[in-house]
C-alpha cells in the first residue's frame, strides 16, 4: 500500500462548479500535511498547508482528520485556470516529502 | 529573488552513458532535496542534504545513484550507465531551515534514455 493513496481522476467539471479532492496517508506518524498543484510539464509548487482545524484560503478549503488518516481539499466556483494536478502531500516531520500520484482537474467553459 | 535553478532542462542520453544533474538552490537555503517523477507519478523522494551532509539517501534506487553538495550550495545527482528506467524528470527542492518551511521547487530535468 502507497504511502500517500489519491484517486487520479480526472475530474471534469465545468467553470463554476464545487470539487473536492481526497487523500489518505498510512503513516499515522506524519506531522504535517500539504496540497501542491502541478501544471502540465512544471514543477510542483503549495497551494496550501493544511491543519486539524481546516483552514482557507479565497476559494480553497482543506481538511485534515488525523483519526481517520484523511485529508481534503475543496474549490469552490472552479476556474478554467484551477486546471492541474492537485498533489497530496505528508511530511514525517525531517523536512521530506511523501507526494501521492496525484488527483487531476480539468475545467471546462 | 532568484528560484531554484536546474540544468539541463531536457537531456537524452544513450543507455549505458553517465549523466550529471545540476541543481541551484535558492541562496541560503540550508537544506536541499532531490526528487524523481516518473510519468504520471508523483515525486518521490531521493535523497536530502543539510549543508554539504548528505543526511538521507534511502530513496537512491541503485548504487548507480550518486549525489554531492560538496560546498553547501550547488548539488550534482549523478547517474552511472543509465538504463530505460531511469527516463523520468529530475527535481531538485530547497528549504531555508526549518522543518515547516516551504520547499521551493525547481523547474527540473526531463532525463530521457534511449
Known amino acids: 500500500r502507497k504511502e500517500v493513496e489519491q484517486d487520479p481522476g480526472p475530474f471534469n467539471v465545468p467553470e463554476g462548479a464545487t470539487v473536492a479532492f481526497n487523500c489518505t496517508y498510512s503513516?499515522?506518524?506524519?506531522?504535517?500535511f500539504f496540497w501542491y498543484r502541478q501544471d502540465c510539464r512544471k514543477e510542483p509548487k503549495l497551494l496550501m498547508s493544511?491543519?486539524?482545524s481546516g483552514n482557507e484560503d479565497g476559494r480553497f478549503t482543506a481538511q485534515l482528520n488525523r483519526a481517520s488518516q484523511y485529508i481534503s481539499l475543496l474549490i469552490r466556483d472552479s476556474k478554467l485556470s484551477d486546471s492541474a494536478t492537485y498533489l497530496c502531500v505528508v511530511n514525517k516531520g525531517y523536512s521530506t516529502l511523501t507526494f501521492g500520484k496525484g488527483t487531476m482537474l480539468l475545467v471546462s467553459p | 529573488g532568484a528560484g531554484v535553478s536546474q540544468s539541463p532542462r531536457y537531456k537524452v542520453a544513450k543507455r549505458g552513458q553517465d549523466v550529471a544533474l545540476r541543481c541551484d538552490p535558492i541562496?541560503?537555503?540550508?537544506?536541499l532535496f532531490w526528487y524523481q517523477q516518473a510519468l504520471g507519478q508523483g515525486p518521490e523522494f531521493l535523497t536530502y542534504?543539510?549543508?554539504?551532509?548528505?543526511?538521507?539517501k534511502s530513496g537512491l534506487p541503485s548504487d548507480r545513484f550518486f549525489a554531492e553538495r560538496p560546498e553547501g550550495s550547488v548539488s550534482t545527482l549523478k547517474i552511472q550507465r543509465t538504463q530505460q528506467e531511469d527516463s523520468a524528470v529530475y527535481l531538485c527542492a530547497s528549504i531555508l531551515s526549518g522543518r515547516s518551511d516551504t520547499q521551493y521547487f525547481g523547474p527540473g530535468t526531463r532525463l530521457t534514455v534511449l
Open positions: 542534504f543539510q549543508n554539504e551532509a548528505q543526511l538521507d
Open positions: 541562496s541560503g537555503h540550508v537544506s
Open positions: 503513516n499515522s506518524a506524519s506531522q504535517s
Open positions: 493544511v491543519y486539524s
